[in-house]
Structure formats: structure tokens, C-alpha cells
């Protein structure tokens, strides 16, 4: 009888601190063995990860080989090449993987039956991140983060305050803003010039004007849900025409075209407008108040532009993680089922909150981080958790509680409420940016055409060429190529639509 109880007693021993042992018939995977390839990268470590919970919660067995993101499509290529296929590959480009026939599809097992949890998560329009494009079959597995306050429009609060006005609503409006910071020593340094009346990269104007639009590719969806080149729309039309207006008048300069450092230029107090995340109007208010206790680098609702809209592009709520190889045929919906799991109630506490009295506390019966998982997202990561290496459903609440460090909003600083206040004005506004959908045309043609109409729509707005000139040199494109980018963007949008 001592034999067996120090037997018992040296199991629980072992067990991953926070977890109680688990009658192996209870483990819903019991049984299960698959291998893993993952890229790794900082703050992620591959000696503090949650997969031993898992293991015990599930039963299943994961041996997980981790490589560097540096080189990681080299390690899946020497793996592949050899006879000791991973069941899933995590990180690694999905095309040659496709383009090998390495990789199986998933409809099979993402079905409400063998994977409920994750399919609960998407709605009808997510599908377009998930099918390929080719044959409108789904082979990568989802994170799902729906969530989609990230980014707001900024100014200077206290410069506009300055000049009379407490809000921006028309187009107009937003001139008469930009013209008083040109006009004006603003910042009064006695330097009428060092002032940028706007402090990003044009091509946030992209998002402004045409709300689908990426500053990455050139796709964007209409208001008629077709999918398109932005040049093929009146709303760029407007903005080309806008923008050769601000530069024309010393509003949009140079720096807008070639500068990237916008963030160092706004905490000198030499910038006027900026469109990026909005956690840099605290960063930013935080830095310009050590001179002047006034300073406000604000959010501000999305600008209204000449045609009357007004958006900001959404997080995006899905992302692409992982594929299920040809050596995992005989267990795929195991496998699945496996990380449908991870969205389940269990699976996903456990990935964003970690385990009870070790990464959180149940307070009021509510999970809630302590330190110093709490304290950042690296230290967060750094302990397994929200573990992006690896398809998962992320919560808001762990996101907020990380974010405002356990803070309720009223006791929040004064710059951390700008922070706050910034993400949720602009739920209004917030529009998902259309996906990029690499047919075969875009690949073949898209590193030339992208370049060259990148080119010339700088130019265009500096005044080297004229507007007439930019639209013969955009005709000239789809003589190369682009007509047959469109006409597959077009097709392959129906396509990942189910259509």
C-alpha cells in the first residue's frame, strides 16, 4: 500500500505546476501523437510554452520541432526533402507548400461536428482569409482575434484648440487645421517652418479615402462587394486629385513620401496630424509633455473626405497559422479536432489566461492576469501565453487586461485615457481592409506593375507628372498584365466568397 501511494503521490508531483491529475478516460485526445514544425520568435520561448497543459488536459502527445523564423522556410524545405514529414507545419509560406501537394485541405474536418468551437468563431465573410483562391478549399488553420479597435486619426488637440476650433468635420475643416499649422510657428521654437502639418505616409490617405483599401496591395472591395484594383475606383480618382492639392499648397511635403520616423517627429512637436495605433497618442502626449504639460496629441474621428466618408481600416479578425501535411492524413480530423479544442471554453482560458494561481486568480469569478504576466505583452509571451506561434482564439478581455494592466478605467492616467478613448471613438468607422488574393496573374506580373504604379502615383502627387500622365501610365500596365489581375482577382473573389 506505501508502494502505491508514493507511486501516486510522485505522478501528481510531476504534473505541470497549477494542473490536478486528470483520469486518463476524461482526456477527450487520449491516445493521440502528432508531430509539429513551428517557427519560434521573440519574446516566445520554446522552454516556457502551455503545451504541457494541454498535453494533460487533452491527453494527447505533441512533439514539436522549433525553428527560427530567420530561416524557417529553409528547415520546412530540408524536412519535406527527407523521409520524416511533421503532421503540421506552423508559420512556414503556404504557396510552395500547396504548390508541392505537401499539404491536405481541411473542409473535411472543419465541420460543425469535428470542429464546432472554431467554427463558431467565423462568420460567413471571414471565409475570404481561409479558402485558396486556386480551388476555394480551405488548407490553413485560423487564429481568430475579433477585436477590431486598433488604429485612429490624431492631431494636436491643443493646436487646434489654438486656433478656435474644437472638432474637425468636413473636409474643409481639416485644411483650415493643416493651413493654420503651415502658416503658424505652432509650436513656437521660432521656427515657422520645421512644422509637418501632417506626420505620416500618404498612403494613409489610401484607408481615408477608400475604406477597403490596404496600404500593402492595391485590391480593395467596392460599396457593390466587387473585388478590385483601388485604380479601377472614382474614390481614388478623388484622392489622387486631393492629395496633388496638399502637396501643391506645402500641406502634404517630401518627408510624406520618403520619411518613415513620423513618430520621433511628433514627440519633438513638429507634427500636426498622424494616422497609426492609436497607443502612440499616449506615447507621443507622454514624450511632448515633459516640455509642455498642455501638450495633447489626441484621437480624433476618422477625417471626412471631399466625396463625405469617413473611415479607418479594421484589425484584422483572422489570420492564417498552420497546415495539416500529407503524413497526417490517417488523424487529420483528430488533429483538428485537436485545435478546435483551443477555441473551445478550456482551451482558450487556458491559452489567454494560463493556469489559476500560477499566471491568474479567479476574483469575483472572473480571471484575472497578475504580475507580471499583466504587466506587458512580452512578459506575457514570454510565459506562453496568447501564443501566436500556434492557431488560437483570443480573447479582448486578456487583450485589455494586458493592455491596460489590470487598470479599470478609472484608474487610468490621464494619457492612458487618450489611448483608450482612441481605440473605441472610431467603432464607427472601422472597416475591414479587403485580403490580398494571390492569383496566378498577380504572381507573375505584380512585382513589376506594383512598382511602377507606386512610382508613378508619388510622382503624381509631387507634380513631376500631371494626372493625365498617371492614367496613361496606369492603361499602360494593363497591357502588361494587370487586366489579367483583375479579371482572376475578380473570379477568385467569388470564388473564396462560395459564389
Avoid at 520554446?46 to 505533441?62: D, V
Avoid at 466587387?226 to 501643391?248: C, D, M, N, Q
Avoid at 504580475?371 to 496568447?386: C, H, T
Wanted: glycine share 6%; proline share 5%.
Amino acid at each position: 500500500m506505501k508502494k502505491i501511494l508514493a507511486i501516486l503521490l510522485l505522478a501528481v508531483m510531476i504534473l505541470p505546476m497549477g494542473l490536478t491529475a486528470v483520469a486518463e478516460e476524461d482526456k477527450p485526445f487520449a491516445g493521440l501523437e502528432f508531430s509539429i514544425l513551428s517557427t519560434t520568435w521573440s519574446p516566445y520561448t520554446t522552454e516556457n510554452t502551455l503545451i504541457p497543459y494541454i498535453e494533460e488536459a487533452t491527453g494527447a502527445k505533441i512533439n514539436v520541432e522549433w525553428a527560427l523564423k530567420t530561416d524557417f522556410d529553409t528547415r520546412v524545405n530540408t524536412v519535406l526533402a527527407g523521409n520524416d514529414i511533421p503532421d503540421v507545419i506552423m508559420g512556414a509560406s503556404f504557396l510552395p507548400l500547396l504548390d508541392q501537394s505537401a499539404i491536405i485541405p481541411l473542409d473535411d474536418y472543419l465541420t460543425p461536428e469535428n470542429a464546432p468551437n472554431i467554427l463558431a468563431a467565423l462568420n460567413e465573410n471571414d471565409y475570404v482569409e481561409l479558402r485558396n483562391v486556386s480551388d476555394g478549399l480551405i488548407y490553413q488553420l485560423p487564429s481568430v482575434f475579433d477585436f477590431p479597435e486598433l488604429n485612429s486619426w490624431m492631431i494636436r488637440t491643443d493646436w487646434l484648440r489654438d486656433m478656435g476650433k474644437d472638432s474637425l468635420n468636413t473636409w474643409e475643416d481639416w485644411l483650415e487645421y493643416w493651413r493654420y499649422i503651415r502658416d503658424n510657428d505652432v509650436n513656437g521654437n521660432g521656427d515657422a517652418t520645421d512644422e509637418l502639418p501632417i506626420a505620416c505616409n500618404y498612403k494613409n490617405f489610401r484607408t481615408a479615402f477608400i475604406p477597403t483599401a490596404s496600404t500593402t496591395h492595391y485590391f480593395c472591395v467596392t460599396k457593390d462587394n466587387e473585388y478590385t484594383v483601388i485604380y479601377e475606383t472614382p474614390e481614388f480618382k478623388s484622392y489622387l486629385e486631393s492629395l496633388r492639392g496638399l502637396y501643391a499648397e506645402g500641406i502634404l511635403r517630401s518627408e510624406n513620401i520618403t520619411t518613415s520616423n513620423f513618430k520621433t517627429v511628433a514627440s519633438a512637436s513638429q507634427g500636426g496630424t498622424m494616422q497609426t495605433a492609436a497607443e502612440w497618442a499616449m506615447q507621443i502626449t507622454d514624450a511632448l509633455r515633459e516640455n509642455d504639460p498642455e501638450a495633447t496629441f489626441g484621437c480624433v474621428p476618422p477625417i471626412t473626405t471631399p466625396m463625405g466618408d469617413q473611415a479607418i481600416n479594421a484589425r484584422a479578425k483572422v489570420s492564417t497559422r498552420g497546415v495539416l501535411t500529407v503524413a497526417a492524413e490517417d488523424r487529420a480530423k483528430e488533429i483538428v479536432a485537436l485545435f478546435d479544442w483551443l477555441y473551445s471554453k478550456e482551451g482558450a482560458d487556458l491559452i489567454n489566461y494560463g493556469v489559476e494561481n500560477v499566471h491568474h486568480q479567479v476574483i469575483d469569478g472572473k480571471k484575472k492576469l497578475v504580475s507580471p504576466y499583466i504587466d506587458s505583452f512580452v512578459n506575457a509571451r514570454a510565459a506562453g501565453l496568447i501564443f501566436q506561434p500556434f492557431p488560437f482564439l483570443w480573447y479582448a478581455d486578456s487583450y485589455m487586461q494586458i493592455l491596460l494592466n489590470g487598470k479599470t478605467y478609472e484608474e487610468l492616467g490621464d494619457t492612458q485615457k487618450i489611448f483608450y478613448d482612441g481605440l473605441f471613438m472610431n467603432d464607427p468607422y472601422f472597416v475591414k481592409a479587403a485580403p490580398l488574393l494571390t492569383t496566378a496573374a498577380y504572381a507573375e506580373y505584380n512585382s513589376d506593375i506594383a512598382n511602377t504604379l507606386s512610382e508613378a502615383e508619388a510622382n503624381c502627387i509631387t507634380g513631376e507628372i500631371t494626372l493625365d500622365e498617371f492614367w496613361q501610365i496606369y492603361e499602360s500596365t494593363k497591357e502588361n498584365g494587370m487586366s489579367e489581375i483583375i479579371e482572376q482577382a475578380a473570379e477568385a473573389w467569388k470564388l473564396v466568397n462560395g459564389n
